[in-house]
Nanobody, 127 residues
Framework: VQLQASGGGLVQAGASLRLSCAAS????????MGWFRQPPGKEREFVAA????????YYADSVKGRFTISRDNAKNTVYLQMNSLKPEDTAVYYC?????????????????????WGQGTLVTVSS
């Protein structure tokens, strides 16, 4: 299984970026997908997730209303559209895949439940 994240870069505050994560080696439509990030010097944290079974989306409070997670099963790709970026969004962004279906936000926001991880893509937002 491979998850290849891309789309990171250096942008100014207020700009937009779209991250992509291309999956291979798995039946993509069977997996819930999530995005996490690790700011410099901090622990990795949840950003957004999408449950395939009930089409539910989950977001961290810090990104709600600015970020949108979506997926294209035909392309085996999950996206994270990031608008109105802030300097505090600076981090390495990771995509992750979760096979099991769970009922409830907790499972999708907790990294320990995810089965596979991508290598990360760096997003830097300057002020």
């Amino acid at each position: 299984v491979q998850l290849q994240a891309s789309g990171g870069g250096l942008v100014q505050a207020g700009a937009s970026l779209r991250l992509s994560c291309a999956a291979s080696g798995l039946t993509f439509s069977d997996y819930n997908m999530g995005w996490f990030r690790q700011p410099p010097g901090k622990e990795r944290e949840f950003v957004a997730a999408f449950s395939w079974k009930d089409n539910s989306s989950y977001y961290a409070d810090s990104v709600k209303g600015r970020f949108t997670i979506s997926r294209d099963n035909a392309k085996n790709t999950v996206y994270l559209q990031m608008n109105s970026l802030k300097p505090e969004d600076t981090a390495v962004y990771y995509c992750a895949a979760l096979r099991a279906y769970y009922s409830g936000r907790y499972y999708y926001t907790t990294e320990g439940f995810y089965d596979y991880w991508g290598q990360g893509t760096l997003v830097t937002v300057s002020s």
